[in-house]
């Protein structure tokens, strides 16, 4: 298996879509854990990718190459994953986006998939999504949960700004707010007045049902 989630990884690094799309299948045919596969495979390559790039060790079109992999993955397991949800019965409204000022959206789509396979009814955002409408979102859609996603140190402030909006409006008690990506950390969570904090997708599982129970 070892072998296998190293395929998954070297697929989306080196951005073979075809291959990664393959593999995705066979993941499924072969009755593989989609979870194990996609954190410790799929996901492992993105996160690296995202890592030689930041080191200017790889260019946007390669980075784009190995995000398009990793989405034609996720594309591909994403049934897999909706059928194995527990329950059938939404669990509460999370609202989910990467802040305004970063684009990425790797990470916090494979989260909106994951709480969506868990019972959840999510309403993604997207990626920039200003501070704003965050906010409108929350006074209109009255989510049990909001997640946020930030992928660089320029943009993870945007994460305090949006808690700052919510508590400024006399909101920030109704809803439970949770962050992430890859600059962010526990103790950064806890600077800002986030609810929590997750590492991954499956940690934002655990947080989300912590949260909400």
């Known amino acids: ?91 509460g409204l999370i609202i989910i986006g990467t802040v305004q000022g970063d684009i990425h959206d790797i990470g916090k789509t494979l989260v909106a998939t994951m709480l969506a396979a868990n019972g959840y009814r999510v309403i993604d955002l997207g990626a920039d999504v200003t501070y704003q409408r965050f906010l409108s ?18 943009t993870m402030t945007g994460q305090k700004e949006v808690i700052d909006l919510l508590r400024h409006e006399g909101l920030r008690d109704t809803v439970k707010v949770l962050v992430g990506g890859a600059p962010t950390t526990e103790s950064w969570a806890n600077d800002i007045g986030a609810d929590g904090y997750a590492e991954n997708a499956v940690e934002a599982v655990h947080k989300a049902d912590a949260l909400l129970s």
């Open 137 to 154: 979102e929350v006074k209109t859609q009255k989510p049990s949960l909001v997640c946020m996603s930030a992928l660089l140190t320029t």
């Open 1 to 91: 298996m070892t072998e296998f989630l190293t395929h998954c990884r070297d697929a989306v690094l080196k951005g073979d879509r075809e291959r990664a799309v393959e593999l995705a299948a066979s993941t499924i045919d072969n009755g593989y854990d989609v979870l194990d596969v996609i954190e410790n495979g799929f996901s492992r390559g993105i996160r690296e990718a995202g890592e030689l790039w930041e080191k200017g060790e790889y260019f946007l079109p390669e980075l784009a190459f190995s995000a398009e992999s990793m989405k034609a993955a996720m594309d591909t397991l994403h049934p897999a994953l909706l059928a194995g949800g527990k329950d059938e019965r939404s669990r």
